[in-house]
């Protein structure tokens, strides 16, 4: 079982930045793909990023290309999100997940283990 906590979110201007992170537990990080989403209110959760177990490989979605950044340490059981150039209609709880699987890394499915969400809230 893997415990999953985000932390780093917060309230900041557009065209600001912040740095999410994941602190992993209970379970051995390396063997786990990670991945980011987010939840807008009334929106489905969306795909942001993913990174494959080594960090060898990242996804990203088109929203956020260019502009957010995953990485992990898994000697830190952490994996992030930088998050730059900031946009009002990035607004939303931020998740942090993490799969077995390493396929279909860009699919919300895929994913077993959640957080429990981190509020970033960007103005405009």
């Known amino acids: 079982q893997v415990q999953l906590v985000e932390s780093g979110g917060g309230l900041v201007q557009a065209e600001g930045s912040l740095r999410l992170s994941c602190a992993a537990s209970g379970g051995t990080f390396s063997g786990y793909a990670m991945g980011w989403f987010r939840q807008a209110p009334r929106k489905e959760r969306e795909f942001l990023a993913a990174?494959?177990?080594?960090?060898?490989?990242?996804y990203y979605s088109d929203s956020v290309k260019g502009r957010f950044t995953i990485s992990r340490d898994n000697s830190k059981n952490t994996v992030y999100l930088q998050m730059n150039s900031l946009k009002p209609e990035d607004t939303a709880v931020y998740y942090c997940?993490?799969?077995?699987?390493?396929?279909?890394?860009?699919?919300?499915?895929?994913?077993?283990?959640w957080g429990q969400g981190n509020q970033v809230t960007v103005s405009s």
């Open positions: 990174i494959t177990r080594g960090g060898e490989r990242t």
């Open positions: 997940a993490a799969t077995e699987a390493m396929l279909w890394l860009t699919s919300r499915s895929v994913y077993r283990y």
